[in-house]
C-alpha cells in the first residue's frame, strides 16, 4: 500500500467531492427534466371523485364505508383517513401489509421482497425470523392458506362451554 502525502490527499478528497457534485447535478437536472405523464382519467371521473356525496371505498374489496370508519365493514382492512398516525390503529395496516407477504401475493422483486424483510425486522425483531419462514414459504408457494370466513351456508360455530 503506498502512503499518501497531504497534498495527494487533498487532491484526492476534491477529486472524489467533485464527482459528487457532478453525479447530484446530473440527478437533479434529470429529475427536473422528466415530462409528466397524460393524467389518466377523464374531466368526468374527476368531476365524479370532487362530489361530496360520494363515499371513499375500501382499497381490497372496493365497498363504500363512511368516511369516519376506521375499518372496512366488510373484509375488515384499516380503512381511515389516519390509521397510520395514531399509534394504536397504525399496528392493524402494518398488520395488514405484513399478513399480504405470507398469505397474499406479493410480487416477486428485489425490492418488494426487501421492504418485507426490513418491515418486518424493524417491528418484530424478535419475531421476525419466524415472519420469514413463512414469507419465503409463500413466495415458494407452499399451500399456506388463511382462513376465511364461514360462508352462510356453514353451521353457526358452537357457543363456548364454560366449566
Same mark, same amino acid.
Given at each position: 500500500?503506498?502512503? #499518501?502525502?497531504?497534498?495527494?490527499? &487533498?487532491?484526492?478528497?476534491? /477529486?472524489?467531492?467533485?464527482?459528487?457534485?457532478?453525479?447530484?447535478?446530473?440527478? #437533479?437536472?434529470? +429529475?427536473?427534466?422528466?415530462?409528466?405523464?397524460?393524467?389518466?382519467?377523464?374531466?368526468?371521473?374527476?368531476?365524479?371523485?370532487?362530489?361530496?356525496?360520494?363515499?371513499?371505498?375500501?382499497?381490497?374489496?372496493?365497498?363504500?364505508?363512511?368516511?369516519?370508519?376506521?375499518?372496512?365493514?366488510?373484509? /375488515?382492512?384499516?380503512?381511515?383517513?389516519?390509521?397510520?398516525?395514531?399509534?394504536? #390503529?397504525?399496528?392493524?395496516?402494518?398488520?395488514?401489509?405484513?399478513?399480504? /407477504?405470507?398469505?397474499?401475493?406479493?410480487?416477486?422483486?428485489?425490492?418488494?421482497?426487501?421492504?418485507?424483510?426490513?418491515?418486518?425486522?424493524?417491528?418484530? &425483531?424478535?419475531?421476525?425470523?419466524?415472519?420469514?419462514?413463512?414469507?419465503?414459504?409463500?413466495?415458494?408457494?407452499?399451500?399456506?392458506?388463511?382462513?376465511?370466513?364461514?360462508?352462510?351456508?356453514?353451521?353457526?360455530?358452537?357457543?363456548?362451554?364454560? +366449566?
Amino acid at each position: 500500500m503506498t502512503n #499518501l502525502t497531504d497534498s495527494e490527499k &487533498i487532491v484526492a478528497l476534491a /477529486g472524489a467531492a467533485l464527482v459528487g457534485v457532478v453525479a447530484v447535478m446530473r440527478c #437533479l437536472q434529470w +429529475f427536473w427534466n422528466v415530462k409528466p405523464k397524460p393524467d389518466p382519467w377523464g374531466p368526468e371521473v374527476e368531476a365524479a371523485l370532487d362530489d361530496p356525496q360520494v363515499l371513499p371505498a375500501c382499497h381490497r374489496c372496493f365497498m363504500p364505508h363512511a368516511e369516519t370508519d376506521w375499518f372496512c365493514p366488510e373484509c /375488515g382492512a384499516a380503512v381511515g383517513d389516519y390509521n397510520n398516525w395514531s399509534p394504536y #390503529l397504525q399496528l392493524f395496516s402494518v398488520g395488514e401489509v405484513l399478513r399480504d /407477504g405470507t398469505f397474499g401475493k406479493p410480487q416477486h422483486n428485489w425490492i418488494t421482497v426487501l421492504g418485507y424483510l426490513l418491515l418486518s425486522a424493524s417491528q418484530y &425483531i424478535i419475531f421476525a425470523p419466524v415472519y420469514w419462514v413463512l414469507f419465503f414459504m409463500n413466495l415458494a408457494g407452499s399451500p399456506l392458506q388463511p382462513r376465511v370466513k364461514p360462508t352462510p351456508s356453514d353451521p353457526p360455530p358452537l357457543p363456548p362451554v364454560d +366449566f
